[in-house]
Structures are given as structure tokens and as C-alpha cells.
């Protein structure tokens, strides 16, 4: 089966920088995404990962390394507006198929 | 990016009734949806993954008797929870992946269906 692992909950000051981690198992990767969940709202895109390294994005960058089973997710000058719950979801191949599993998400608290 | 559309967005029911959602890809074709719950501050459970024109797969512990789906189009995939029971109450989200042939496939999410039965 897969595991994926994330902390429960962070919090951070506004303006200040925040990385939030996702170590996964699993097998037959096929890439990482990492999501954005506000409160009774579905979720949003934000990045995909497949090749190891870091992908930019305006204030928010992810990082991969298959190799470790590892991502994170970096928020630059946070605000208040990205207190939200971030979810990592791993994305697998079976049966010709791509199967994604999220992580449990990391509840984020930006406070002023 | 692509918009995928739910409806209805929340729903009440009495128990023993049957509901169904509706997931729609508005701009792009979805050869694949995906059904998840999620209950409160706690992460996306998937539910299923819909093949248009084929059954759906359920994961473990998913009754597919109860959950019916159907993925009739390439836009449209349905979920209807039959003879609903108050422990069936809970947030519904459904997601398509636009299949361009390209290794990103990303799955872009429906608004959710908050479904409560009485």
C-alpha cells in the first residue's frame, strides 16, 4: 500500500517563510502533487512534481526527492489568506492506470 | 485551469432516500473522475475511480452496491448514494483529470456536495 506522511499542524507568522514536508512510501511513483484546502472548500491545485529538484511558482515552491521519498511545500511572505489545510498527494501507476493518495494534509495557521 | 462542476452543492435528505451528484468537466475531456469523501478536518478518502464507458473501480471497504456511479460521458460522471443513512452524511468531492497525452495529467476538483441525511 502507500504511505504518506505529513505534520498535522503549523503555524507561522505573516510575512515570514514556511516548509512544510511530505515523506511518502510507495511504489510505482508517478509524481507528487501538493494541494491548497480551505475550510468546506474543495481543493486547489497548486504544484506537481515527477523529476527531482525545485519547481518555482511566485511565493510558493515544491521540492522532490524520489530518491528519499520526500517533497516539501514552500510559502514565501506568508498572509493570512494561506491559513488553510495543504494537502501532498502521491500519485501511483497500476493496472495502466494513475491512482492518486492523498496524505492526511497539514492544517496551516497564519496569525498576524 | 479546467473547471469541473458539482451539483447539487449541499443536499438534505431523510434517510432511506437515494441521492444522486453530478461531476461535470466544463472545458475539457475526462476520460477518468475520481470520487473522494472527506469528513471533517480530515483528509480526502477516494472513494473510486470512474472510466468513462466502463465500471468503476471502488477501493477497499467502498460498497459499490450502495455508491452507484456511472460515467456515461466524457464530461459527466454521476454518484448516487442509494437508501442513505445518517453515517453516510459527509462532503463528496469528485475530480477529473484531463488526459492530454502529457505526463502531468493534473486532477482538477469539483466545488464538493455536502450531503446531510436525516
Known amino acids: 500500500g502507500q504511505n504518506i506522511d505529513q505534520p498535522t499542524e503549523m503555524t507561522a507568522t505573516e510575512g515570514a517563510i514556511v516548509q512544510i514536508n511530505c515523506t511518502y512510501q510507495?511504489?510505482?511513483?508517478?509524481?507528487l502533487f501538493w494541494y491548497q484546502q480551505h475550510a468546506g472548500e474543495a481543493p486547489t491545485f497548486l504544484s506537481y512534481?515527477?523529476?527531482?529538484g525545485l519547481e518555482e511558482k511566485g511565493r510558493f515552491s515544491s521540492f522532490l526527492s524520489r530518491s528519499k521519498g520526500y517533497s516539501y511545500l514552500l510559502l514565501k511572505e506568508l498572509q493570512m489568506k494561506d491559513s488553510a489545510s495543504y494537502l501532498c498527494?502521491?500519485?501511483?501507476?497500476?493496472?495502466?492506470?494513475?491512482?492518486?493518495?492523498f496524505g492526511r494534509g497539514t492544517s496551516l495557521i497564519v496569525h498576524p | 485551469g479546467a473547471v469541473v462542476s458539482q451539483h447539487p452543492s449541499r443536499v438534505i435528505c431523510k434517510s432511506g432516500t437515494s441521492v444522486k451528484i453530478e461531476c461535470r468537466s466544463l472545458?475539457?475531456?475526462?476520460?477518468?473522475m475520481f470520487w473522494y469523501r472527506q469528513f471533517p478536518k480530515k483528509s480526502l478518502m477516494l472513494m473510486a475511480t470512474?472510466?468513462?464507458?466502463?465500471?468503476?473501480?471502488?477501493e477497499q471497504g467502498v460498497e459499490k452496491d450502495k455508491f452507484l456511479i456511472n460515467h456515461a460521458s466524457l464530461t459527466l460522471s454521476t454518484l448516487t448514494v442509494t437508501s442513505a443513512h445518517p453515517e453516510d452524511s459527509s462532503f463528496y468531492i469528485c475530480?477529473?483529470?484531463?488526459?492530454?497525452?502529457?505526463?502531468?495529467?493534473?486532477?482538477?476538483f469539483g466545488p464538493g456536495t455536502r450531503l446531510t441525511v436525516l
Open positions: 475530480s477529473a483529470r484531463e488526459s492530454s497525452g502529457f505526463s502531468t495529467d493534473t486532477q482538477y
Open positions: 510507495t511504489s510505482g511513483f508517478n509524481g
Open positions: 512534481n515527477v523529476l527531482d
Open positions: 498527494a502521491v500519485r501511483v501507476s497500476s493496472g495502466g492506470s494513475y491512482i492518486p493518495t
Open positions: 472545458d475539457f475531456q475526462a476520460t477518468t
Open positions: 470512474s472510466n468513462e464507458g466502463s465500471k468503476a473501480t471502488y
